[in-house]
């Protein structure tokens, strides 16, 4: 290039200010056209920024396994959704006509995904379900308090968050669901919209923080709660697009999955993060997210013969229990045996007349065994012969 | 439906729920602890422990 052209406009003028130090100091300019970058604006991800103004410094999606990768509960296997219970990790759901409703909808691990996914979740009717005022079939998820007291809700600083999802459906309409606090009495009913039925389609909804109501803070209780609904009756739905009191899953209006036998809904690529824009899924290594979901529930599924918790007779008549754990768990968790179980010390086998979870610790989880006939103070392993499972969900 | 799971000192500090014999502790972060709690309030009561 052999000029340099500066072109004024209408008004104003442009000050080229040379710095206060001494020397000679080089700017070059790009080598094709385009707008330099202005303190404060977007960077796009396309442009190597982050594609929003917030400073993220890591765990930039509040959504744990929203790519539908970890499925420690049922391993890919079909799951007829029981009212209150966990599917795939971190993944809740209703099925609720008045009182607890069973073989309404199964869930899957699907590996039908969008492009650049490899799993979602998939929800398949299995009746025609009649509309109830009182009905909730949903898929939901608890964010912990922990890791949502920075969008500062229930202030006047709450943050504007950003959820973004993959969804697809046999169906198509107006869907619905609903963002709201532990205590169930803040919601934020949302809707979207499937255009074609059996495609994947992004859908982005940018919720502005809410200012009211109680919420939990940092701490390990429920800090936010996302609810996709999948039939939710009028009692449990409310106007999309605002803020407002009630005990709300979804959208007033909003179409049924569970109505239609057979109809098929699936999601994937789940994020939840500050601001005003969807940017890219945050995609976290598998060690990682699988550790985050360990937190709240994981599972000894070892050969039988094989030790699974290890200690000391405390008593004759008491075995303390220490079961070493991936993470440290959110709460004190409920302990499950899938199979038999049996504490071994000294060459002898005992069968367990009680058990109590005693606590938590940064090493695992103890427990104590009744026994009787036991030497006090020898070491003793326990071992299921179908496994042992540990749950502090929310 | 639950029952009461008192150890050999006498302290009680699990339940244990029937339908798929998990040992709830009572830990008032725990939810299914929590559901218990709501459903003693409803007006239910657990099992005895054996023997007692």
Known sequence: ?394 | MYKLCPQSDGQTKSVKRLVDNAYIPFDPANTDYQEYLKWLAEGNTPEPAEGT
């Not at chain 1, 009191?245 to 699936?266: E, I, L, P, R």
């Open chain 1, 1 to 394: 290039m052999s000029s340099i052209v500066i072109a004024g406009d209408t008004s104003g003028s442009v000050t080229l200010q040379a710095p206060a130090v001494s020397g000679s100091t080089t700017i070059t300019l790009p080598a094709t056209s385009g707008t330099l970058l202005q303190s404060g604006t977007t960077v796009t991800e396309a442009q190597g920024g982050i594609g929003t103004t917030v400073g993220y410094n890591g765990f930039k999606n509040r959504i744990i396994n929203g790519d539908m990768r970890i499925d420690q509960r049922n391993a890919g296997a079909s799951y007829n959704q029981v009212n209150g219970q966990y599917s795939l990790d971190r993944w809740a759901g209703n099925s609720f006509d008045g009182g607890a409703a069973t073989n309404k909808f199964s869930v899957i691990q699907s590996s039908t995904a969008p492009t650049g996914f490899s799993n979602s979740l998939l929800v398949t009717s299995l009746a025609a379900t009649s509309s109830g005022a009182s009905n909730i079939f949903n898929i939901e998820q608890k964010i912990e308090g922990f890791n949502f007291a920075d969008f500062l809700y229930g202030t006047a600083s709450a943050q504007t968050l950003t959820l973004s999802f993959w969804v697809r459906s046999s169906l198509t309409g107006t869907f619905g669901g609903a963002l709201k606090n532990s205590a169930r009495n803040r919601a934020y009913p949302f809707t979207y919209t499937i255009s074609a039925a059996n495609t994947f389609e992004q859908k982005t909804i940018t919720i502005t923080g809410d200012t009211s109501g109680t919420w939990v803070g940092s701490t390990n209780g429920t800090g936010l709660w996302i609810s996709f609904g999948l039939g939710v009756g009028s009692t449990y739905s409310g106007t999309a697009g605002a803020w407002g009191g009630g005990d709300v899953f979804s959208a007033t209006g909003a179409t049924s999955v569970v109505g239609t036998n057979g109809a098929t809904w699936y999601i994937s690529g789940v994020q939840l993060e500050k601001g005003s824009t969807a940017t890219s899924f945050d995609v976290r290594d598998y060690g990682r997210e699988l550790a985050l979901c360990q937190r709240y529930y994981f599972s000894y599924l070892v050969p039988a013969t094989c030790p699974q918790g290890f200690g000391h007779m405390q008593s004759t008549t008491a075995a303390r229990i220490l079961f070493p754990n991936p993470v440290p768990m959110r709460a004190t968790p409920t302990f499950t045996s899938l199979g038999s179980l049996g504490i071994a010390s000294g060459g002898t086998s005992f069968i367990a007349s009680a058990s109590s979870v005693l606590g938590i610790s940064s090493a695992g989880v103890q427990m104590q065994f009744d026994v009787s006939g036991a030497t006090a103070h020898q070491t003793c392993v326990y071992r299921d012969s179908g496994g042992t499972t540990f749950s502090a969900e929310l």
